[in-house]
T-cell receptor, first 110, second 117 residues
Framework: QKEVEQNSGPLSVPEGAIASLNCTYS??????FFWYRQYSGKSPELIMF????GDKEDGRFTAQLNKASQYVSLLIRDSQPSDSATYLC??????????FGTGTSLTVIP | GAVVSQHPSWVICKSGTSVKIECRSL??????MFWYRQFPKQSLMLMAT?????????EQGVEKDKFLINHASLTLSTLTVTSAHPEDSSFYIC?????????????FGEGSRLTVL
């Protein structure tokens, strides 16, 4: 399988701070990039997707993509305790097969 | 967003029995569905791609005779874990990509937690 690497954490940030999550991928042919959030015992839910180089903002979330460096990140501003979860990075080249990173566990401390 | 439903959510079975998990797309037709497995504190691992009306495509290392996949209609795919053993205990999640008007994201079912005693 294609490699998608994430720092497994755990990452702890105080409430209100910015959480920064990083992801690198090995397949230069990757076209679409997704960030999913997964609470313990639940299936993943989509946070954001990004296709083009640069930044994409959606509320408190900003995804950043750099295809030359094969790097995608997720910033969470004004972190809330409810943001505590595992964040999964997913990439796809074909739009059919998705490859997931191991996930980064985030804890937001009240 | 599109809805993918899985059943059952939890299943406990004795070693050697077979377990069937259903995955349904409720508000769209899915020619392709994907089956993932997730062990505790690990990421999702793609097991197989389920194709409507044809054989599933299995990832390397996944035993096709053990994990039987049937995609008989555009809204239903089933995964049968045959002769389950304790090492098959895991969280199984199906997913699908709706066609038209979609951003290309995967929509996941709720997952099925299998415990083999």
């Amino acid at each position: 399988q294609k490699e998608v690497e994430q720092n497994s954490g755990p990452l702890s940030v105080p409430e209100g701070a910015i959480a920064s999550l990083n992801c690198t991928y090995s397949d230069r042919g990757s076209q679409s990039f997704f960030w999913y959030r997964q609470y313990s015992g639940k299936s993943p839910e989509l946070i954001m997707f990004i296709y083009s180089n640069g930044d994409k903002e959606d509320g408190r979330f900003t995804a950043q993509l750099n295809k030359a460096s094969q790097y995608v990140s997720l910033l969470i501003r004004d972190s809330q305790p409810s943001d505590s979860a595992t964040y999964l990075c997913a990439v796809t080249a074909t739009g059919n097969q998705f490859y997931f990173g191991t996930g980064t566990s985030l804890t937001v401390i009240p | 967003g599109a809805v993918v439903s899985q059943h059952p959510s939890w299943v406990i079975c004795k070693s050697g029995t077979s377990v069937k998990i259903e995955c349904r797309s409720l508000d769209f037709q899915a020619t392709t569905m994907f089956w993932y497995r997730q062990f505790p504190k690990q990421s999702l691992m793609l097991m197989a791609t389920s194709n409507e009306g044809s054989k599933a495509t299995y990832e390397q290392g996944v035993e096709k005779d053990k994990f039987l996949i049937n995609h008989a209609s555009l809204t239903l795919s089933t995964l049968t874990v045959t002769s389950a053993h304790p090492e098959d205990s895991s969280f199984y999640i199906c997913s699908a990509i709706p066609g038209q008007g979609n951003t290309g994201e995967l929509f996941f079912g709720e997952g099925s937690r299998l415990t083999v005693l």
